[in-house]
């Protein structure tokens, strides 16, 4: 086991990787009542074109198979895992993301027995027809509603205009006529392929003893049969660096129109520093420039074209990237026309070394005051270790950049090619 100190932050964390590839992080914070544990696999929505293991051929499953495996993970033959962490004092749940899938508790007492349940559980699937066919109804329901929701609509909508051929303009959940194809075989495929241990994480944050912790976790491991460490081999389709639409209009029962404004971000594959430093640079740009404090926000709440609902959003992941502007607006094409004159005009702009402090000074304090939530640290930690960066080492790295790396990434930020604007109006 590891010991890696970070005096800066006052952190100690523990890392271990076991014999069957599963890596262990162990985060204890004895002055905390409660612990956080996530077991979380590097498989999420994007992932359908893959190489099973064991087999030769690519083959791609129905869109929302992650998502509908996570739904299936709780139910055992005998019983509702729910049931098992609520016996035990503890709240669970789990998510699907683009890029992973996650399984979590948390719980004030009988921790190890926690731990064992979530480990077991995530290591034991049980797919039966009859349930897979019932399943199908509940994530239905869940989609249908979705489709309901303007906000959700906006957004995935955006994605469609920005991405021609990228996964990620697929609802996670898949279609409704998407999960109807699903079958057990799909799921156990996607299961052996993506939930191998030396695919997933396993970080524990809280009030526990790291010796106890990590011997628990290694005997219940140690018990378990696992197949040979798999080289699994996805398949991305190549995506163009324009949009695959400049402009689209959604229609439903809103009181106030939606504008959204969305930016392909560059996103060639990145690792380590490289994606660190675009994934703060792009995130620090756009919050100085749209947060309340930001000119570009004084200029659209100026022009009321903005309202409490106004909202901006930035991700960054291994092979694609994008950025959201928009919300509730009484003029959706004056916010567009608005909003990209503002963005068009950023690469006249040069960052003065002050400015760049006052960034630097504020991203530093939100990530410290987000570091108070053991949530936060645990996710953050495994989507960072992920693209080979320690978030535990992000403070000196933000410390570290100058005027010049601002200047230089806003000169590319922003093309036209690469923009996009999706609205929303009454019926």
């Known amino acids: 086991m590891n010991k890696i100190a970070y005096n800066e932050i006052e952190e100690i964390l523990y890392k271990e990787k076991l014999a069957n590839g599963l890596t262990v992080y162990l ?7 409660k612990t956080y544990g996530i077991f979380s696999t590097n498989y999420g929505s994007i992932d359908q074109t893959f190489i099973p293991i ?17 739904h299936k993970m709780f139910e055992q033959e005998d019983r509702d895992v729910f049931a098992d962490f609520g016996k035990q004092g503890a ?33 034991t699937p049980y797919f ?10 509940i994530i239905a329901q869940e989609i249908e509603m979705y489709n309901d929701q303007p906000e959700w609509q906006v957004f995935m909508e ?13 609802d996670i959940a898949g279609t409704v006529d998407s999960i109807r194809t699903i079958t057990k075989d799909d799921l156990y495929t996607c299961y052996d392929t993506f939930y191998h241990p030396s695919n997933m994480t396993l970080f524990m944050t809280g009030n526990f003893e790291v010796d106890h912790m990590m011997d628990w976790i290694r005997t219940n491991q ?13 398949n991305y389709p190549t995506e163009p660096d324009s949009v695959a639409q400049k402009e689209s209009t959604l229609v439903m029962p809103v009181s106030v129109p939606k504008c959204t404004v969305g ?17 703060l640079l792009q995130s620090m740009v756009l919050e100085f420039f749209f947060s309340k404090g930001g000119s570009f926000y004084q200029t659209l709440y100026e022009e009321q074209l903005i309202d409490d609902s106004f909202h901006f959003e930035t991700d960054l992941e291994k092979n694609f990237g994008y950025s959201l502007i928009g919300g509730n607006t009484v003029d959706p094409d004056r916010f567009a026309e608005k909003t990209i004159q503002l963005l068009r005009s950023v690469q006249k702009k040069s960052f ?64 036209d090619d690469r923009m996009t604007v999706c609205k929303m109006v009454n019926e």
């Open 263 to 279: 930016i392909k971000e560059l996103s060639d594959e990145l690792y380590g520093d490289a994606f660190l430093k675009k994934d």
């Open 128 to 137: 039966s027809k009859d349930s897979v066919e019932k399943e199908k109804g």
């Open 222 to 234: 140690s018990a378990k049969h696992f197949a040979d460490i798999p080289d699994i081999k996805r």
């Open 27 to 33: 985060l204890p914070k004895r002055e905390m009542a």
């Open 91 to 123: 709240s669970a749940n789990a998510y699907t993301s683009f890029t992973k899938t996650a399984y979590l508790f948390a719980a004030t007492d009988q921790i190890k027995q926690n731990t064992t349940t979530l480990l077991d559980f995530v290591q």
């Open 158 to 170: 955006s994605l469609r205009n920005l991405f021609h051929y990228h996964p990620v303009k697929v």
């Open 352 to 415: 003065t070394d002050e400015e760049v402090e006052r960034m630097k000074k504020k991203q530093i304090g939100q990530l410290l005051r987000a570091m108070n939530s053991l949530e936060f640290m645990a996710n953050k930690y495994i989507h960072y270790d992920t693209v080979g960066v320690d978030l535990f080492r992000v403070i000196p790295f933000i410390q570290s950049l100058t005027a010049d790396d601002f200047n230089s990434f806003i000169q590319d930020w922003i093309d």
């Open 54 to 70: 064991d087999q030769t051929e690519t083959i791609t499953v129905p869109e929302g198979v992650a998502h509908f495996l996570e």
